[in-house]
């Protein structure tokens, strides 16, 4: 059986960074192949030039046996859609206005409002959203606007569906029904390209698993002779590779480092977005902080780190009252953070590497003399980090914009690390990074644990929570759902019932 999709001979470079050398890809009617490898591997790109998106300097590209050229629009008219891991949506518009608004249906220029109405409220019931055509986009779930995005493939009659990490911001059962749905669209002949770093997933959806590094393609499996660690292996060249766990025993009994009483925090709207949240954390304690993003786990982070103030409770840190400190006050009390967004809060791109290490202490004598900066000794301090952490990819002029997420990822380790905090907040310190890159995040989190470190993780990835966490409490609207304290004996699905809103004092085996 021919492919239904043929890339052969793909090469794409960018200011002198070959992002695919020479990659083969196939992709056949109604199966699902998944494609891995770590950041920078290239598979983002390749399937960007499937997408239309980029056009390749070599290769040629076959869909039906006929070697095609398209842009983005040329794509979706050879039934080609991808859903991006960040959602291409306007908020302000409806569900209806977001499907159609590059898809419109049109007759002596007036739109088939009704015609399109009609069909995607028939999508909306088929993949189980409750929610009308004419209901705003930002009024729903994470999850929910997942499956507008997969809706608005499907309205275009999509063959040919590129699903970017789409798990991300699921719950264990969001994930099952989707993984349901990816079924279903097979059964109808679709062919999907999954994308993801939860090699769990991997293994347990698809037919075929093709291995990117280095911006080749080094191999592909067919379905039932591959296994998690086959996969791991593959995308970094080694022969033994497992994924770093909290083996370390944890008892409380240390005073706590940081308490929180009963936070509220209400948004711009006046709608309460933090509820009554409280939690203490302890010297050389992991607690996990769970849930399905946006549910309040960002302006947790915000508060605690003095970046938004606290519509009612409190936090004290070391014994004393922080609730209205400043972000610099809660620095130089010992807090440190890893934010969830590295580009856009943790690393200013423009600067240097040497400016991005020494933010927030340039005025420490080491490095400043009378209001002047002491470059050689800056220098010298940067480059010692380099070295600790192993950061790679600098350029010689030491601009950071080129580098990869985990090496960008450990600069702001390095950074918040080398301060010696007591509090250390790391909120998706792994996301998007490749199973070397994680394992790095994962050995310095657990290394500051055993140096008497508290740490305050906050992540949507449940192997990390229940791999490293001491323990674990889960955030839904604002609120804690419930209180993992044996987290040996909890499961993805015991938690996944909480991050679904369904409270429960205690779990421990789980459902």
Same mark, same amino acid.
């Given at each position: ?14 200011? %002198? ?96 409002? #009704?015609? !399109?109405?009609? +069909? ?10 409750? !929610? ?26 999509? +063959? ?16 099952? #029904? ?25 293994? =347990? ?69 933090? +509820? ?31 970046? #938004? #103030? ?17 972000? %610099? ?74 580098? %990869? ?25 792994? +996301? ?21 470190? =508290? ?33 040996? %004996? ?22």
């Amino acid at each position: 059986m021919r492919p239904l999709v043929e890339m052969k001979g793909i090469t794409k470079e960018f200011t %002198s960074v070959v992002a695919n050398d020479g990659v083969d890809f196939e992709l056949f009617s109604g199966e699902v192949h998944s494609l891995v490898g770590e950041n920078g591997a290239g598979k983002t790109t390749l399937m960007r030039i499937l997408y239309g998106q980029y056009e390749p300097d070599e290769g040629e590209i076959l869909i039906d046996g006929n070697e095609v050229r398209y842009n983005i629009h040329g794509a979706i008219k050879h039934g080609i859609a991808m859903v991006h891991q960040n959602f291409m949506q306007v908020e302000e518009l409806s569900i209806l206005e977001n499907v159609i608004l590059a898809n419109m249906d049109t007759r002596a220029g007036f739109i088939l409002r #009704k015609k !399109a109405e009609t +069909r995607v409220n028939e999508l909306l019931v088929r993949f189980g959203v409750n !929610a009308k055509p004419e209901t705003i986009v930002a009024h729903l779930s994470v999850g929910e606007r997942q499956w507008i995005e997969i809706i608005k493939a499907v309205y275009v009659g999509a +063959r040919i569906l590129i699903l970017d990490e789409p798990t991300a911001v699921l719950t264990p059962q969001e994930t099952d #029904k989707l993984f349901a749905i990816i079924a279903e669209l097979k059964k109808d002949g679709t062919s999907i390209v999954f994308i993801s770093h939860k090699l769990r997933e991997v293994v =347990a959806i698809s037919d075929r698993v093709s291995v990117m590094r280095k911006g080749k393609m080094t191999g592909t499996f067919d379905s039932g002779n591959f296994t998690e660690t086959d996969i791991a292996c593959a995308m970094i060249g080694k022969q033994k590779v497992q994924l770093i766990q909290n083996n370390s025993d944890f008892s409380i009994g240390e005073e706590a480092v940081c308490e929180a009483s009963g936070l509220w925090y209400f948004d711009d709207e006046a709608l309460p977005v933090v +509820r009554d949240f409280s939690f203490s954390i302890h010297k050389g304690e992991i607690l996990g902080i769970g849930g399905v993003e946006g549910n309040g786990q960002s302006e947790l982070v915000d508060l605690l780190f003095g970046m #938004k #103030k606290p519509s009612g409770g409190s936090i004290r840190f070391m014994g004393t009252d922080i609730t209205d400190a400043s972000i %610099s006050e809660c620095r130089n009390a010992g807090i440190g953070i890893i934010p969830d967004d590295r580009i856009r809060v943790g690393l200013s791109i423009p600067s240097t590497l040497d400016e991005n290490l020494i933010c927030g202490i340039e005025e420490n004598g080491k490095f400043n003399h009378n209001g002047l900066l002491r470059l050689n000794s800056i220098r010298e301090y940067a480059n010692e980090l380099v070295d600790t952490f192993d950061i790679r990819g600098v350029a010689e002029d030491h601009q950071i914009a080129g580098m %990869s997420g985990g090496n960008l990822q450990k600069i702001i380790l390095a950074r918040e690390i080398s301060r010696g905090p007591k509090l250390l907040i790391a909120a998706q310190p792994t +996301r998007g990074l490749d199973i070397g890159a994680i394992n790095f995040v994962r050995e310095q989190l657990l290394h500051q644990k055993e140096m008497g470190t =508290a740490i305050l993780l906050i992540t949507a990835d449940l192997e990390e929570l229940l791999s490293l966490s001491d323990r674990i409490l889960i955030m839904y609207e604002g609120g804690c759902t419930g209180e993992v304290s044996d987290v040996a %004996s909890a499961t993805e699905g015991s938690l996944g019932l909480l991050m679904g809103g369904i409270k429960i004092s205690e779990v421990g085996q789980g459902a």
